[in-house]
């Protein structure tokens, strides 16, 4: 393509079909964090990067993320039997991207996670990335599924990965508190600010977090949907 002073092409062998193809990816330039949710969320200002983070070959369908581990020899078997097979035709999402794109090229990173059998937390980023873009859409009712998928997957990560456990604790929280349920929230915040083993910074979180929602009269956006 000619310069593009938004956009680079980023060049692709996928790790399926192994076709060459070129996709979109945002200038580092082109936008900043402006904030930060309590979920982690970013804010941009100018473009999202978020909606080029999946890679989808046009040729095969394959969908791609950076911090998928499970794209070689018996789970390919496995993406091509659950995933590949099943999938009714490859689309061309390489270029300019809306937030359906976005949604669309996570959703299909997330089967492709799910047929090769991902470990849990990567699969609760994933679906935490996916709420995050109906967030973007003002789509309360598909953030709260994706919400609850990712809670899950965090719920079951945290049990067997010691590895940033204080982060996957905070999350489950987190969104237990956006999903209304305060009991299993209080749970997770209290042991986050009673245990002197956790880090002052999620501590911290944790406090203002829990803090602020007993003095906000506000309830958080998704607590009220589905009453």
Aim: with cysteine; glycine share 2%.
């Amino acid at each position: 393509m000619a310069f593009n002073i938004y956009y680079y092409e980023s060049h692709v062998d996928c790790k399926f079909c192994k076709k060459h193809f070129t996709t979109y990816k945002v200038r580092p330039n082109r936008y900043k964090i402006t904030e930060e949710h309590s979920d982690f969320m970013p804010v941009y200002e100018g473009l999202n990067p978020l909606l080029y983070e999946v890679a989808v070959c046009p040729h095969c369908g394959f969908a791609y993320h950076k911090s998928m581990t499970r794209t070689y020899g018996p789970f390919m078997q496995l993406i091509e039997e659950i995933y590949i097979k099943e999938l009714r035709k490859p689309m061309n999402i390489c270029h300019e991207r809306t937030i359906d794109d976005a949604i669309t090229s996570f959703k299909l990173a997330y089967l492709v996670c799910r047929a090769s059998m991902e470990e849990a937390l990567l699969m609760a980023n994933i679906a935490l990335k996916i709420a995050w873009l109906y967030r973007l859409k003002n789509d309360t009712k598909s953030e709260r599924r994706y919400l609850v998928a990712a809670r899950d997957f965090y719920s079951k990560s945290f049990a067997s990965n010691q590895e940033g456990s204080e982060r996957i604790l905070y999350l489950h929280a987190e969104l237990s508190l956006r999903l209304g349920d305060i009991s299993e929230a209080k749970k997770g915040f209290s042991r986050l600010i009673s245990d002197q083993h956790v880090s002052v910074k999620h501590r911290k979180l944790a406090k203002n977090r829990w803090e602020n929602y007993k003095y906000d009269e506000q309830p958080t956006s998704i607590e009220s949907i589905s009453q």
